[in-house]
């Protein structure tokens, strides 16, 4: 309990020191910024491009637009947030799924992993902007009975596809951290590979799991923001930081407003990875004292 207290300390301390970081900027920066050769070292601190935090926070509680009955910015936020976090959600379920079955596949066959870990790790570094196109394009083909396909369905896609390798690639090394007294035991009594795998290896690899997990996380979620960008989805945290910035001359502070609930974002997934490690942590520690 302490550590997890100290933790959101820590989180919170973090937050309150990058607004203070922000405002001292704003107050000693140069309004125009300052350039060396052509190359912007240091950004501007006008209103326009550098609004106060107070602004962006009032931004919230304001309406969207000028009409009886308007959503506030808040609300819009908070309902782009949702709709991205279950596209994030699905993606990155779907991503890991895919990750640990290759590094389980992989484990299993070594040619398999000579031939195809280069390949998950070449994939990550493939623009998600270039292909997100493709995604749209490929699965406006595909149709299953009623179902057709959806651009949410693109988001979860793209967001599966960045989530898969930090499993794959924290799985596998997990998978091949089993003591190799352990595994020299279980083959000298001739234990099944599947029993292996649930009784030796996937124990092993808990402590790596949850590394990446995390990190899938993190990636289901910027792959969910940027595919919504690149698609055109609407309704996500990703569109609404479009809209906003296309309304930047005369309202600066919409556009952090959206950035700030896309960073809340990012935060709750990796909260919630990190309460799923808490409770496996517990889980073994409650395993070993029955052991013991």
């Known amino acids: 309990m302490n550590g997890r207290w100290r933790r959101a300390g820590v989180v919170a301390l973090t937050v309150v020191g990058l607004l203070a970081a922000w405002e001292g900027y704003k107050a000693v920066g140069p309004v125009d910024g300052a350039s060396l050769g052509g190359v912007r070292l240091l950004p501007r601190a006008d209103d326009r491009s550098m609004p106060h935090v107070g602004e962006v926070l009032g931004a919230l509680a304001r309406p969207e637009v000028d009409a009886p009955g308007s959503r506030t910015v808040g609300v819009a936020v908070l309902t782009g947030v949702l709709s991205t976090l279950r596209l994030a959600l699905l993606g990155g379920v779907l991503g890991s799924a895919v990750g640990l079955a290759l590094a389980v596949l992989m484990q299993r066959l070594r040619l398999l992993e000579a031939g195809l870990l280069p390949w998950v790790v070449l994939s990550q570094t493939v623009p998600i902007i270039a292909i997100a196109p493709l995604i749209t394009g490929w699965g406006g083909a595909v149709r299953l009975g009623p179902w057709a396909w959806t651009p949410q369905a693109s988001v979860v896609v793209i967001a599966a596809f960045l989530a898969f390798s930090p499993v794959a690639v924290g799985a596998l090394r997990g998978l091949q951290s089993a003591a190799p007294a352990a595994v020299e035991l279980f083959r000298s009594y001739a234990v099944p590979w599947r029993s292996q795998l649930l009784h030796l290896r996937l124990p092993a690899a808990r402590p790596y799991l949850v590394p990446a997990l995390r990190l899938a996380g993190a990636q289901a979620v910027v792959g969910a923001i940027v595919a919504e960008i690149s698609t055109g989805t609407r309704g996500g945290i990703g569109r609404l930081v479009i809209e906003y910035a296309q309304q930047a001359t005369s309202s600066p502070a919409r ?38």
Not at 260 to 266: P, V
Not at 267 to 286: F, K, N, P
């Open 255 to 292: 556009v952090y407003a959206a950035i700030l609930g896309a960073a809340a974002l990012g935060l709750l997934v990796a909260g919630l990875v990190g309460l799923v490690g808490a409770r496996e942590d517990r889980r073994a520690a409650a395993a070993v004292e029955v052991a013991a």
